[in-house]
Nanobody, 124 residues
Framework: QVQLVESGGGLVQAGGSLRLSCTAS????????MGWFRQAPGKEREFVAA????????YYADSMKGRFSISRDNAKNTVDLQMNSLKPEDTAVYYC?????????????????WGQGTQVTVSS
């Protein structure tokens, strides 16, 4: 089992940047593929990005490609999401998630472990 804690959210103007971080507990962090998801008010939780166990493979939702970057440090048990060129429509609660099966999936159903979320608000 793994516990996840996100940090780094906040208020930023459109065009600005934020870096989210997720810290995992336990000694088996490298056995999980990791994902970032987000949920805006009144909307379903949606995929943002995922990264493989080793960090060599990354995946992004189409609307995030070129703006967001996911990375991980298995020695520090962290996975980060660098968000650039932020838009008001990026406003949401951002969640970190872990998948023991290592599939780097874009589906919320494949992730068994979730953090509590961190709020990102982008003003116009």
């Amino acid at each position: 089992q793994v516990q996840l804690v996100e940090s780094g959210g906040g208020l930023v103007q459109a065009g600005g940047s934020l870096r989210l971080s997720c810290t995992a507990s336990g000694r088996t962090f490298g056995s999980y593929s990791m994902g970032w998801f987000r949920q805006a008010p009144g909307k379903e939780r949606e995929f943002v990005a995922a990264i493989s166990r080793s960090g060599r493979s990354t995946y992004y939702a189409d609307s995030m490609k070129g703006r967001f970057s996911i990375s991980r440090d298995n020695a520090k048990n962290t996975v980060d999401l660098q968000m650039n060129s932020l838009k008001p429509e990026d406003t949401a609660v951002y969640y970190c998630a872990a998948d023991r099966r290592g599939g780097s999936s874009s589906s919320v159903l494949d992730y068994a472990y979730w953090g509590q979320g961190t709020q990102v608000t982008v003003s116009s």
